[in-house]
């Protein structure tokens, strides 16, 4: 597809966003969750005598700490529902269920969890509701594998519960050991479509061709090509070429491991102003020691073998250190 070539249809990508989140727990979602371990679910008692499930750190009314935690039933009653008719991957269950805000029984409060009826028409708001414990509890929410209306279960011993709730949480819950960070999988995944000047831009990349745009009124030349200018709210005018060099105008030294991480640190991401642009490109500095990189340093792209190259800006491997004299600083100062 050519850049001017409006019948060409834009790229899309699968996009996958996804980390595990860590976090610790505090005193009294930690003993919820050692807890849960042990089967058995603990509110939060305010101290006007609410019970609130999931418990909270402070009184949501009145700001007082919580530190009063009580059992509940395993119990309770359907206050609203939706019905989820095509589950996601991480979802509790993977046939369709019930999304319910559930009361327990000596709670004053709903928890949001996930109702195992088979149709939508075996939910009703008002209905009652069992747990169903997992085989191998961990200290998760995910102990509680779901609930189940009470109706289809016929024997009453299955999740281990009876109708008695204690008045104190289990003295063999103190042996168990405390829970005190939990990990929940975050993940999103959609389509980006890139739009047409993205994937003319794109296009040209694999051809190891870089363009941008230039405004008819202000004359900066955007890269990566876009199809009007912010400034002047006028559309951009014919792609034009810049070049595979430029000056590093700002960049940071990345010293810090994270999830998910391509590259062992310490490395270095920089804005880069091709010769030719009015915009830096962000993009990795490499082929040299880290503490020699330096605002006006000129580098150059290092592509990937040209059998390898792609619509992605993976195609550029890094820029690298190019060797000329630096950039004088009124040369780039406005485009930081
Ligand atoms: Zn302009």
Redesign the pocket.
């Known amino acids: 597809m050519a850049i001017d070539d409006p019948a060409g249809q834009p790229l899309t990508a699968p996009y996958l966003l996804q980390y595990p989140y860590r976090r610790s727990l505090g005193p009294v979602l930690g003993r919820f969750f050692t807890a849960l371990r042990g089967r058995q679910i603990l509110g939060a008692r305010t101290l006007d005598g609410r019970v609130l499930v999931p418990p909270l750190e402070y009184d949501p009314e009145t700001g007082d700490d919580i530190d009063d935690l009580v059992p509940v039933s395993a119990r309770g009653t359907v206050t609203t529902w939706a019905w989820v008719a095509q589950p996601r991957p991480l979802h509790p269950l993977q046939r369709p269920f019930a999304f319910a805000l559930i009361r327990l029984d000596g709670a004053d409060t709903a928890m949001l969890h996930a109702v195992d009826a088979l149709h939508p028409e075996a939910m009703t708001t008002g209905m009652r509701v069992r747990a169903r414990w997992s085989d191998a509890p961990v200290g998760h929410i995910t102990d509680l594998a779901c609930f189940e209306p009470e109706d289809r279960v016929g024997d009453k011993d299955r999740v281990g519960d009876d109708d008695r709730v204690a008045a104190e949480p289990d003295p063999a819950l103190l042996d168990l050991k405390p829970v005190t960070s939990m990990t929940t999988p975050l993940s999103l995944d959609y389509t980006v479509t890139a739009g047409y000047d993205l994937t003319a831009f794109l296009r040209g990349i694999a051809r190891k061709t870089i363009l941008g745009r230039e405004?008819?009124?202000?004359?900066?030349v955007y890269v990566p090509a876009r199809g009007t200018?912010?400034?002047?709210?006028?559309p951009?005018g014919a792609a034009v070429e810049v070049a595979h060099a430029g000056t590093i105008t700002t960049f940071c030294v990345v010293n810090i491991p994270f999830e998910g991480q391509q590259l062992t640190p310490p490395y270095v991401c920089a804005s880069v102003l091709l010769d030719g642009a009015d915009i830096p490109i962000f993009h990795l500095v490499g082929g040299g020691p880290v503490e020699a990189v330096h605002m006006g340093m000129r580098v150059r792209a290092v592509w990937v073998p040209d059998e390898a190259l792609a619509p992605t800006m993976e195609s550029i491997r890094y820029f690298e250190p190019s060797g000329e004299p630096d950039a004088p600083f009124d040369s780039y100062k406005e485009h930081l």
């Open positions: 405004c008819p009124a202000c004359q900066k200018c912010p400034t002047c709210s006028v951009t």
